[in-house]
């Protein structure tokens, strides 16, 4: 069996629309297989037979199974990244609360692959966990911008913020499996609890003061 395939694969060059749309499509099946099965449980007859294609095809475009899976991970990753760090013509306080309605709005309508993203499904593999934290750093940087107005920020202000989204995760998790709670109202407990964060670094580091309060209308 050859061992070079531990890069995340790329699109070949020169693929058609059509290569491109049967790549994606695959990618959009193994988020939802990954999502309710442990990665060690599929093998890649069942992923084949699951998709409907022959097992030569998953081959083809992502050399492994742990090929497609990175694939799968990379791809949920930009998508969840690029939907939270929405809204950045607002003002500073409201672009916070933006982040975290549109991460939350993330979680609600893509949840086999946030499942995916946050607890992963390969045990402890170094590059799938690399993915996962460049995540959370990436929501670091919109939260910091947001409250801050720069992501070149301090360790105390950076591990508030981390603390913050690691708990977020855990939160918006449960809520995936028990969804008692409307978007609205967890959406406002996160800022809230950010709040309470970003006032406990100000205390730590007043270099970094929170921001006041947003005003919500009503």
């Avoid at 695959?26 to 099965?37: H, Q, S, V, W, Y």
């Avoid at 949840?111 to 799938?128: K, L, P």
């Avoid at 910091?144 to 855990?170: F, H, K, N, Q």
């Amino acid at each position: 069996m050859r061992q070079q395939h531990d890069a995340a694969p790329r699109p070949r060059a020169g693929g058609t629309e059509r290569s491109a749309a049967r790549r994606a499509e695959l990618i959009a099946i193994g988020r939802k297989l990954f999502a309710d099965t442990s990665y060690d449980a599929l093998s890649m007859d069942d992923i084949a037979r699951q998709a409907g294609v022959a097992k030569g095809l998953i081959y083809y475009y992502f050399q492994s199974k742990r090929g497609y899976y990175l694939a799968i991970i990379h791809d949920s990753v930009s998508d969840l990244v690029t939907f939270a760090a929405s809204g950045v013509e607002l003002p500073a306080v409201d672009r916070v609360h933006r982040t975290i309605d549109s991460y939350l709005r993330y979680v609600e309508h893509n949840q086999a692959a946030y499942r995916t993203i946050v607890s992963g499904g390969v045990g402890f593999d170094a590059e799938v966990h690399a993915v996962r934290d460049g995540v959370r750093e990436a929501i670091v940087a919109t939260i910091a911008e947001g409250a801050y107005g720069r992501t070149d920020i301090a360790p105390v202000a950076r591990m508030g913020l981390l603390a913050w989204v690691c708990s977020a995760e855990g939160a918006a998790l449960d809520w995936i499996d028990r969804p008692e709670l409307s978007r609205e109202t967890l959406c406002e407990l996160l800022v809230k609890t950010l709040g309470g964060a970003l006032r406990a670094v100000a205390e730590l580091d007043p270099a970094y003061p929170a921001p006041p309060p947003a005003r919500r209308d009503t």
